[in-house]
């Protein structure tokens, strides 16, 4: 097998057993809001955003999932080394912040593998003081290797209800290769999106368990009546559902 399915597999098996508490932790969080009709939010800059685009608006992702995206922290903003200096901007994630109707009981979703930048810790303290719970996935021995760019001194799991380990290497990068001092092979997209979409199939079972008939759950736009199928279940869950859906 090749080096990085090899390591991918064994960080799988890792996350597996050591956060299995936190996992079930999540998916408790995630199905009470949904059965209570309470909004599920995600956000991550640059990179760690890619797991937002996971759960946004595709089939077999769920429906009540809403996106926060800062336009100057995504993946097209050009120069892309801008994106760097605006994921360690005070003030800009509370900026974002503001443009998101938190309320009491919302969940927002989390991604930051050094959870040490201020426009994760920014989001995570606004949403908090509006009784909001913070759902985590970052790398615990990375963060605590590091010291927080914001001026709390708070890194992104110690604003956090739930905290979920991916257990990745230090910078993120797992391969090593002879001749090349630094590693090859980010894990923590592959990592957090298996994280994730674990969470949501079990939500949705847990919502069936609980008499939910129909889960928000998109059905395929591909497949015949998978439109009109998405439509009717957009009508049970709009008050849940905060991004334009025609």
Do not use: W
């Amino acid at each position: 097998m090749f080096q990085y399915m090899e390591k991918i597999n064994e960080l799988l098996k890792t996350v597996a057993k050591e956060e299995n508490d936190n996992v079930e932790s999540a998916i408790d969080l995630i199905t009470k809001a949904n059965l209570e009709k309470k909004s599920v939010y995600a956000f991550g800059a640059s990179h760690a955003g890619i797991l937002v685009q996971e759960l946004y608006y595709r089939a077999g992702g769920m429906m009540t999932i809403n996106p926060i995206f800062g336009r100057e922290v995504m993946l097209d903003r050009s120069p892309i080394t801008f994106t760097s200096k605006m994921e360690r901007l005070e003030g800009y994630g509370t900026a974002l912040a503001s443009t998101v109707n938190f309320k009491q009981g919302d969940v927002l979703i989390l991604h930051s593998v050094s959870g040490r930048n201020p426009i994760i810790i920014d989001l995570a303290i606004e949403a908090k003081e509006k009784g909001v719970e913070i759902l985590s996935i970052t790398n615990l021995t990375y963060s605590k290797s590091v010291t927080s760019r914001h001026s709390s001194g708070k890194r992104l799991f110690e604003v956090s209800d739930i905290v979920i380990d991916n257990h990745g290497d230090l910078g993120d990068a797992c391969c090593d290769i002879k001749g090349i001092e630094q590693k090859v092979g980010a894990s923590s997209t592959v990592i957090g999106a298996t994280i994730l979409n674990t969470i949501i199939v079990e939500v949705c079972r847990k919502l069936i368990e609980n008499g939910v008939e129909y889960p928000p759950i998109f059905y395929s736009a591909n497949l015949d009546g998978g439109d009109q199928l998405n439509q009717e279940l957009y009508g049970k869950y709009k008050d849940s559902i905060h991004y334009e859906f025609n």
